[in-house]
C-alpha cells in the first residue's frame, strides 16, 4: 500500500519560515516526481513545486526565490523550505507523487496558515 506522510504545517506570522517533509514509500520514491501542491479555500489546487528523480526543479512564479524543494533518496523524503512566508501562502499543502501518467498518489494534505 503506498503511503504519503506529511509534515510541518502550522502557523507562522509573515515573514517567517516553516519546513515541511514528505515521506512516502519505498516502492515508489525512487521513480517518482514528486510535488508540493496548495489550495486556498474558495480555488483551484495549485502547484507549488516539483522536484524530478534526478533532482530538477520547478517552482510556481509565486514562490520563486522564497521556497526550496529538495530530496533525500535515502529516506524517501522530500523537503519544502518556505522562507518569507506571505498570508497570500496560506492554504493545504499537499504531497503528490506522480509515478507516470497513470499512478499518482496524494497526501492528507497540512494546513499553513500566515498571519499578517
Known amino acids: 500500500q503506498v503511503q504519503l506522510m506529511e509534515s510541518g504545517g502550522g502557523l507562522v506570522q509573515a515573514g517567517g519560515s516553516l519546513r515541511l517533509s514528505c515521506t512516502a514509500s519505498?516502492?515508489?520514491?525512487?521513480?517518482?516526481?514528486m510535488g508540493w501542491y496548495r489550495q486556498a479555500p474558495g480555488k483551484q489546487r495549485e502547484l507549488v513545486a516539483i522536484?524530478?528523480?534526478?533532482?530538477?526543479?520547478n517552482y510556481a512564479d509565486s514562490v520563486k526565490g522564497r521556497f526550496t524543494l529538495s530530496r533525500d533518496n535515502a529516506k524517501n523524503t522530500v523537503y519544502l523550505e518556505m522562507n518569507s512566508l506571505k498570508p497570500e501562502d496560506t492554504a493545504v499543502y499537499y504531497c503528490?507523487?506522480?509515478?507516470?501518467?497513470?499512478?499518482?498518489?496524494w497526501g492528507q494534505g497540512t494546513q499553513v496558515t500566515v498571519s499578517s
Open positions: 522536484i524530478g528523480n534526478a533532482g530538477t526543479t
Open positions: 503528490n507523487a506522480r509515478v507516470n501518467v497513470l499512478r499518482s498518489y
Open positions: 519505498r516502492s515508489i520514491f525512487a521513480s517518482s516526481t
